[in-house]
Every structure is written in structure tokens, then in C-alpha cells.
């Protein structure tokens, strides 16, 4: 009320009030009294929420139903007799980096996905190549499935054969025009969290990312891969440079065009 001391709500946990004026704020100040809105538009939060307790088989059954009154498709949950359910998610790839796939190999067959036949232990080869940007793909998982296998699930589908613990599986969700990233722990479970937000993908969307640079595991890379990221950040750098190069090229030609301009006027 005093110094109009203010935080943003990311900060709160790292500011120490400490205020020496005598002021109706006096022994008063708080943190959590001092808050704005988050500032970002693209903010990850990776505070892991306090769970409720686990619902009854009756509010699940409730929760299904009102469920699938909104479902537009035929994607739908079902619920089964001991208390587990299935149904479908979907999750945008967006990775940046190339992921490391088996040298050619032909595309999995439906009998290799009914055996389990993983194709790419039958090749050493190895080769990378980027993902689509925002490729969706769409799973089938029981309302068990963790998000560790999610990712797992995800890599076999695609025979990407790079370490799970370099990626990372986010909720994407969208509030007051901010769009905001929370990475999931591993053992949460994604049906459920689908569920909950119901069947809109504007409400709640899953993105595969790759996981944080804090928390990379770096030995689970090998040493062509390691090198092969230094290729891709030394371009991007030549790539960021010319950018900047172009655009204030292209200023100074436009500034030295007016004052050519300008010379023959008066003033």
C-alpha cells in the first residue's frame, strides 16, 4: 500500500519483503498480496500441481458419460468392469532437433505391430532426420498408461530409437489469451488428465517436446549425436547472423534513400 511493491506470480517464491518505512503496510507485506498476472505469452511452468483424491468408479462413470456427450467423433472412453477405462488422446510433435531412426528398413506392417515386432533391432544402421513440425499423432491408451510410456509408445511408433529420457511430454493449455506449457511428471497419466479438461484440444493439448536443458540426461547420447547438435547450433547461429545482417541492410538502404531524397529540399 506503501511502496506499490509488485511481483510477477513466477517470482513470489524468490522475493523477501523487507520494508523499513513506517506505512500501513507495516508488517503486512506479502508476497501473495503483491502479485500481477504472468507477463509471457508462452510461459512453462513446471510446479507440479496437488493432486485430489482419486475419484469413486461411480464419478468416473459420471465423468465418461458427460464425457462422451461432448465427443463430436467417435473417439470415445469406455469404462470397464474394474474400474479402468481406455480411449484416445492426441500429441503434437514439436521438436526442434532431428531424432535418430533405423537405416533402410521398410515401414512397420500391421503384423509387425500385432507380434510386437520391433524393426529397429533387426538393422545397426542409423540414421537422423527432423519430424514434421506439429505432426499429431493420435494413441490408444487405458486410463494405467503413464506418461513414461506415452513417450515410449510414441518413439516405437515412429522407430525413433533415441533415448526416452531426451524427450519430455507437456500439457498445453490456453487462459486468458496466454498459451501455457506444464511439463508432466512420469508417472502421471494423461487419459486422465483428458478426462478431466473433456474432449476440446482448445482446453487441454498434449505436446512431445524435447526435454530441458537442466534436465537433460547428456550420457544417454552418443558422440556422433553430441557433435551432430553442435552442426545444428553452428548453423542456426550463421543463420540468426545473416538475419540481423539482412535487416539492418536493409535500413540503411532505406535511410540512405531518404536523406538522398531529402538533400534537393528545403529544411
Given amino acids: ?49 496437488e493432486k485430489p483424491e482419486p475419484p469413486t468408479i461411480q ?96 518413439l516405437k511408433k515412429f522407430m525413433v530409437v533415441d533415448n526416452p529420457q531426451k524427450f519430455a511430454l507437456f500439457k498445453e493449455m490456453r487462459k486468458d489469451g496466454q498459451v501455457l506449457f506444464q511439463k508432466l511428471p512420469l508417472t502421471e497419466y494423461p487419459l486422465y488428465l483428458r478426462l478431466l479438461a473433456g474432449p476440446d484440444t482448445d482446453v487441454l493439448s498434449f505436446v512431445l517436446k524435447e526435454n530441458e536443458t537442466g534436465e537433460v540426461e547428456w550420457d544417454a547420447f552418443s558422440i556422433p549425436e553430441l557433435q551432430n547438435f553442435l552442426m545444428i547450433l553452428d548453423k542456426e547461429e550463421k543463420d540468426k547472423i545473416q538475419q540481423v545482417h539482412r535487416k539492418y541492410e536493409r535500413f540503411k538502404q532505406r535511410l540512405q534513400q531518404t536523406l538522398k531524397e531529402a538533400r534537393g529540399k528545403p529544411g
Avoid: W
Wanted: aromatic share 4%; with cysteine; hydrophobic share 30%.
Fill in 1 to 49: 500500500a506503501d511502496c506499490r511493491y509488485t511481483c510477477h506470480q513466477q517470482c513470489r517464491s524468490l522475493i523477501q519483503l523487507d520494508c523499513r518505512r513506517p506505512g500501513p503496510c507495516q508488517n503486512q507485506l506479502s508476497p501473495e498480496s503483491t502479485l500481477l498476472p504472468p507477463c509471457s505469452q508462452n510461459v512453462t511452468q513446471t510446479v507440479e500441481e
Fill in 59 to 154: 464419478e468416473i462413470k459420471q465423468r465418461i458419460e458427460k464425457y462422451n456427450a461432448k465427443v463430436t467423433n467417435c473417439l470415445l472412453m469406455k469404462l470397464n468392469d474394474d474400474g479402468t477405462y481406455t480411449g484416445f488422446i492426441k500429441v503434437h510433435l514439436k521438436l526442434r532437433r532431428p531424432v535418430t531412426v533405423p537405416a533402410g528398413i521398410r515401414p512397420q506392417s500391421i503384423y509387425d505391430a500385432l507380434k510386437e515386432v520391433n524393426l529397429a533391432d533387426m538393422t545397426d544402421k542409423r540414421t537422423s532426420f527432423y519430424l514434421p513440425l506439429d505432426a499429431i499423432k493420435q494413441l490408444h491408451i487405458s486410463s494405467t498408461t503413464t506418461v513414461s510410456e506415452v513417450i515410449q509408445g510414441l
